[in-house]
């Protein structure tokens, strides 16, 4: 049985498991499974879900069952896909690629979201992740920053 993940997670993962059985065969497809990649948006080609799949499909009948879903969660939650995402977002923030956040591109970058912060929210954020204080936020700060606020909350 898998043993890294607590109960909560593994509900969790098999409700994501369900939405992405699409035929609720109990089994994730290769096209199930490129169909979900996609729409959390990668694109990824049928050579490489062939890939994907030769990797976790473990009993080689051509699905994902739960457990070996289970095994891609627990290889791809925490390393890759994390960061990817973070140098995504971060160059979202770092429009003009100088590696550093500046404030201001906080400020811009919230306030198209439709989430605009003032001065005084943006110092505490700069103050939490600005580390060297140099004034910017590099990538491993923004990181930091970034991994501290999605951190799950401890044990009251
Ligand atoms: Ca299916
Ligand atoms: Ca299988
Ligand atoms: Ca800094």
Redesign the pocket.
């Given at each position: 049985m898998v043993e890294k993940f607590s109960e909560d997670e593994i509900e969790n993962y098999r409700k994501i498991f369900q939405s992405m059985?699409?035929?609720?065969?109990g089994?994730?497809?290769s096209k199930?499974l490129s169909f979900a990649l996609r729409k959390v948006g990668v694109s990824v080609n049928s050579e490489q879900i062939d890939d994907i799949m030769k990797d976790v499909d473990v009993d080689s009948d051509g699905?994902l069952q739960f457990e070996e879903f289970l095994q891609i969660a627990a290889k791809s939650t925490k390393d890759v896909d994390a960061e990817e995402e973070l140098k995504e977002i971060f160059m979202i923030f770092d429009r003009e690629n100088t590696g550093f956040i500046a404030p201001g591109q906080i400020k811009h970058v919230m306030k198209s979201l439709g989430q605009p912060m003032n001065d005084e929210e943006l110092y505490e954020i700069m103050g939490e992740g600005d580390r060297d204080q140099d004034g910017l936020l590099s990538f491993e700060e923004f990181t930091a920053l970034m991994l501290a606020k999605e951190a799950p909350k401890q044990q009251t």
């Amino acid at each position: 049985m898998v043993e890294k993940f607590s109960e909560d997670e593994i509900e969790n993962y098999r409700k994501i498991f369900q939405s992405m059985d699409k035929d609720a065969s109990g089994n994730i497809s290769s096209k199930e499974l490129s169909f979900a990649l996609r729409k959390v948006g990668v694109s990824v080609n049928s050579e490489q879900i062939d890939d994907i799949m030769k990797d976790v499909d473990v009993d080689s009948d051509g699905n994902l069952q739960f457990e070996e879903f289970l095994q891609i969660a627990a290889k791809s939650t925490k390393d890759v896909d994390a960061e990817e995402e973070l140098k995504e977002i971060f160059m979202i923030f770092d429009r003009e690629n100088t590696g550093f956040i500046a404030p201001g591109q906080i400020k811009h970058v919230m306030k198209s979201l439709g989430q605009p912060m003032n001065d005084e929210e943006l110092y505490e954020i700069m103050g939490e992740g600005d580390r060297d204080q140099d004034g910017l936020l590099s990538f491993e700060e923004f990181t930091a920053l970034m991994l501290a606020k999605e951190a799950p909350k401890q044990q009251t």
